[in-house]
């Protein structure tokens, strides 16, 4: 199947810094997705991703969909604790598929 | 917000047992899937579902898996007999369309002893 690859794997930062992550593919995707899992429960959507080349904002993230349609970067801005969790991307093909995650730890 | 509800929110069986996990996806969605995380990897898909069929499905959902739609509002998942293997977290997930964003319920968490 399509492989996701996402860098880091892992990011410890201090609060207020940003944040930058990316995600990567040897298939192109038509839509990318950003979704942040806490311990215990469910991915929630972030942002999500239709054309190749747009760039969206939801509130202090902003995520930029590859112009080669293979790449995906989410930068989070003045990171905060609540911030902590796992990043995913993620995309639709014949499955959909996730990406294998960045693990954020911010430190107060 | 309308979000997507699973029950029970943790199962515990016994191996060989069959066990069905609830979903309710949200309402005017149409697509409907269903994934699988075991502790500390990734989200991985299982299978989707659309207009009272399965669209797709992963190697992982071999025979012991099956899904339902088995009313309006209701989307299961079936294992016929567990294995110890299948303990993970099982998220069920709904979008309005195939290439659309989806939204994902808490989980379920399967303990197979």
């Known amino acids: 199947g399509q492989q996701l690859n996402q860098s880091p794997q892992s990011m410890f930062i201090q609060e207020g810094e940003d944040v930058s992550m990316n995600c990567t593919s040897s298939?192109?995707?038509?839509?990318w997705l950003w979704y942040k899992q806490d311990p215990g429960e469910g991915p929630v959507l972030l942002i999500a991703?239709?054309?190749?080349?747009e760039l969206t904002s939801n509130g202090r993230l902003t995520a930029q969909f590859g112009i080669t349609r293979k790449d995906s970067f989410l930068n989070i801005s003045a990171s905060i604790p609540s911030d902590v969790g796992i990043y995913f991307c993620?995309?639709?093909?014949?499955?959909?598929?996730f990406g294998t995650g960045t693990s954020l730890t911010v430190i107060p | 917000e309308p979000e997507v509800t699973q029950t029970p929110s943790h199962q515990v069986t016994q191996m060989g047992q069959e066990v069905i996990l609830r979903c309710v996806p949200i309402s005017n969605h149409l697509y409907f899937y269903w994934y699988r995380q075991i502790l500390g990897q990734k989200v991985e898909f299982l299978v989707s579902?659309?207009?009272?069929?399965?669209?797709?499905k992963s190697e992982i959902f071999d025979d012991q898996f099956s899904v339902e739609r088995p009313d309006g509002s209701n989307f299961t998942l079936k294992i016929r007999s567990t294995k110890l293997e299948d303990s993970a977290m099982y998220f069920c997930a709904s979008s309005e369309d195939i290439y659309y964003e989806q939204y994902f319920g808490p989980g379920t968490r399967l303990t197979v002893t």
């Open positions: 579902f659309y207009n009272n069929e399965i669209s797709e």
């Open positions: 991703l239709y054309k190749a080349g």
């Open positions: 298939s192109i995707f038509n839509t």
């Open positions: 993620a995309g639709p093909g014949n499955q959909f598929y």
